[in-house]
Nanobody, 116 residues
Framework: QVQLVESGGGLVQPGGSLRLSCAAS????????MGWYRQAPGKERELVAT???????NYADSVKGRFTISRDNAKNTVYLQMNSLKPEDTAVYYC??????????WGKGTLVTVSS
């Protein structure tokens, strides 16, 4: 089992920045790719960014150039640096991890609100 705990959400004005963190614990030796997804009110959950254990990254078109995903394997933590935030980035952000058996794990989510 893998446990994921997100932190760093909050209220920010348009154009501002936030940094989300996700700490993994448990059977962390089995973790492969990690990433962030988000779900806005009334919408389906969507991919934001992913990062492999080797550091390869992938981003949704809507966040390219504004968000950066990174990973500290020594701390078992994945980060999402979000810059130039827009109201449409408002959502609950979920941390995701997949182990070597392709089992998916999810955090409980952290709310990001972009509003003036």
């Amino acid at each position: 089992q893998v446990q994921l705990v997100e932190s760093g959400g909050g209220l920010v004005q348009p154009g501002g920045s936030l940094r989300l963190s996700c700490a993994a614990s448990g059977s962390i030796f089995s973790i492969g790719a990690m990433g962030w997804y988000r779900q806005a009110p009334g919408k389906e959950r969507e991919l934001v960014a992913t990062i492999t254990s080797g550091g390869s990254t992938n981003y949704a078109d809507s966040v390219k150039g504004r968000f950066t995903i990174s990973r500290d394997n020594a701390k078992n933590t994945v980060y999402l640096q979000m810059n130039s935030l827009k109201p449409e980035d408002t959502a609950v952000y979920y941390c995701h991890a997949r182990n070597v058996l392709s089992t998916n794990y999810w955090g409980k989510g952290t709310l990001v609100t972009v509003s003036s």
